[in-house]
Structures are given as structure tokens and as C-alpha cells.
């Protein structure tokens, strides 16, 4: 077979880390999984030594036309306060022209909007340079609180750990669940945060550390996911009134105590659909949402999978039992 064929652009100037990531995952042969091995080739405009952060040079081999022979390309954290070149652009353009999926990490979305590739599609980045991504391309539809966005031939990611996440999520849609939990385990990672596969993942902790109260809260709340929880219960574990709770939630988060809560119940649900045998009309009931047609509705929100497609496309193993602690 064919292998999957990766390429990666580094430039002068560039953060090795976002590098490092994808040669981890894509390029580090492991026998043990019993797959067909990535092929990882490093790119750049020039084939000529580029410095990077801390002191040492980068040697690449290939340059930008290998990029359309690639299946799937990856754009790192680019330098935001230099144009994109038109040879980056045209080559870009071609690789995904040519049937490529397109891939960026943190600010590497700059590039893929300067190609046109991000228009009219929900886009990732830094939330640093979130305002700045939606300026320069108001065609692109910057979401800032998410670590990465799955719009199938074209996934961004937020900063440079993120990066993480969407390239384990790649792994997920190549190979299965399982081959990417041994891959997670092989970096000593999540294999997934906050929903794994979810195309959107609301921050899980108050941004604001001054919003002690809302942190201890939420995570009494996590702790408790298969019980009955409302309004009032997490406000008098705050020790405030609904109304002041509700909006230290909101200045904390960005979204609601309700909006909140749900979307953790249905997080903790991945892990049972994904490895245990539990019906999904119990599955539910089992993280504190009782009546399995509102599971679905919830889920489907979410998701923008209904959960029995979802199980589908990643579950581990039919026979294995739920999993210890999966209501955390």
C-alpha cells in the first residue's frame, strides 16, 4: 500500500515546537500498531538552512512543490507580521486543488485564509490573534474558543498545544480510536480533551483566576455529572444567588451554567460510546440526562453526529466493559 504521504512547511524564523509535534505523530515509525506508517516530508520555499527560536538551524529537503504530491499538508504558526508569499499561496492552493487536506496550527491559519482556502468556513487560531485573523479575512468565521475545527478537507487549530489534539484527531479519522489512544499514550497526552472528536470545545475552566468561586464550582459539578444538577445547586455550592452565579459564570466562561452543563454530560458520554457496550438509551441517563430523546437532541448539538453514528466511527471494542471513573 501506498503509504499516507504528510507535508509539513517550516520556514526562518519559525517555533521548532508545532515542528516537532507533527514529526512525533507523523513521522516516528511504529511498528507496534500494525498500520500503515505515515510518510513525513519537511518543506520550505527555500532549501537553504533556517534559523529557528532557540539557536540552531533547520535543514529541509524538499521544497514547496512536494506539497502536491502530499495527501495531507500542515502549515504551522507562521510569523503574522509578514505578508504571505505568492509562491506559499499558489502552492497552497494547488495541494488542495489536488485533493490534499489542509491543516494549520495556531497562527498557520493565516496562511490558509491568505489562500482563500478559510473563506466561509469556521476557522481556529490563537486567541491572541483571533481579532486579527477576522480583520484581515472577513470571510472567515474565527472562533476563538475552540481548540480546533474539523470542516472536513480543511482543519485549524488553536495555539501551539492544540496542535496536539487536531493532530492525534487526524490520526482518529485515519486510522480508528484505538490507534490513536496508543499514539496519545506513546506522547504521554490526553488522547482527546473535552470531547475528542467535538468541532468545538468551550474552555473547560474560567479564563478570569479571580473567578475562584465559578472554578471550584465547575469542578464539584464534573466530579457529579450522573446526578441531578441545576441552577440552584451550583449556586448554593458557590455560596451566591442564582443570578449573581449566572453572571460570574458567563464574565468566566462565555456561555451559560445550563449551556455549560449539558456540554460536559454529553463530553462524558464519549468515553462510554466509544469503549463499553452500554445501549444508547442508557448512555443518557448514565451522565445525568434521563430522558434518552433529549441525549440525542443534546448530543446532536454538540456533535453534529447523532451518538450512534458517533459510536460507529470510534468505538474501541464491543466487548469491553465501561470504563472505571468515566463519569469524572
Request: aromatic share 6%.
Amino acid at each position: 500500500m501506498t503509504p499516507h504521504r504528510v507535508a509539513v512547511l517550516a520556514f526562518d524564523g519559525m517555533a521548532p515546537f508545532e515542528l516537532g509535534v507533527v514529526v512525533e505523530v507523523f513521522g516516528l515509525p511504529r511498528p507496534e500498531l500494525d498500520i500503515e506508517p505515515y510518510a513525513l516530508d519537511v518543506c520550505a520555499e527555500r532549501l537553504e538552512p533556517l534559523e529557528a527560536v532557540g539557536g540552531f538551524a533547520l535543514y529541509p529537503r524538499h521544497g514547496l512543490d512536494r506539497l502536491a504530491a502530499a495527501d495531507t499538508v500542515i502549515v504551522p504558526g507562521q510569523r503574522t507580521d509578514r505578508p504571505v508569499s505568492e509562491a506559499l499561496v499558489a502552492a497552497l492552493r494547488n495541494a488542495h486543488a489536488g485533493g490534499a487536506r489542509l491543516v494549520s496550527i495556531c497562527s498557520g491559519a493565516f496562511a490558509l485564509a491568505a489562500a482563500g482556502l478559510l473563506d466561509g468556513r469556521e476557522a481556529a487560531t490563537h486567541w491572541r490573534y483571533a481579532g486579527e485573523l477576522q480583520r484581515r479575512h472577513p470571510g472567515v468565521r474565527v472562533n476563538p474558543d475552540v481548540l480546533y475545527v474539523d470542516d472536513g478537507d480543511v482543519l485549524t487549530s488553536a495555539g501551539s498545544a492544540a496542535g496536539i489534539d487536531l493532530c492525534l484527531h487526524l490520526v482518529r479519522r485515519d486510522h480508528g480510536s484505538d490507534v490513536a489512544n496508543q499514539v496519545a499514550r506513546r506522547l504521554v497526552v490526553a488522547p482527546h480533551r473535552e470531547g475528542g472528536q467535538a468541532q468545538f470545545i468551550e474552555r473547560p475552566v474560567p479564563a478570569d483566576p479571580g473567578e475562584g468561586a465559578v472554578a471550584r464550582t465547575m469542578e464539584w459539578a464534573l466530579g457529579r455529572l450522573d446526578t441531578r444538577i441545576g441552577l440552584a445547586d451550583l449556586a448554593r455550592e458557590a455560596h451566591l444567588s442564582p443570578r449573581s452565579f449566572t453572571r460570574h459564570f458567563r464574565r468566566a466562561t462565555g456561555t451559560s451554567p445550563a449551556r455549560w452543563l449539558l456540554d460536559q454530560r454529553v463530553r462524558a458520554s464519549l468515553e462510554l460510546l466509544e469503549a463499553s457496550s452500554l445501549p444508547v438509551e442508557h448512555v443518557g441517563a448514565a451522565v445525568g440526562i434521563p430522558s434518552a430523546a433529549a441525549y440525542r437532541r443534546h448530543f446532536a448539538r454538540a456533535m453534529g453526529v447523532s451518538p450512534a453514528a458517533y459510536r460507529r466511527a470510534f468505538r474501541i471494542s464491543a466487548d469491553r466493559p465501561a470504563p472505571i471513573g468515566a463519569h469524572r
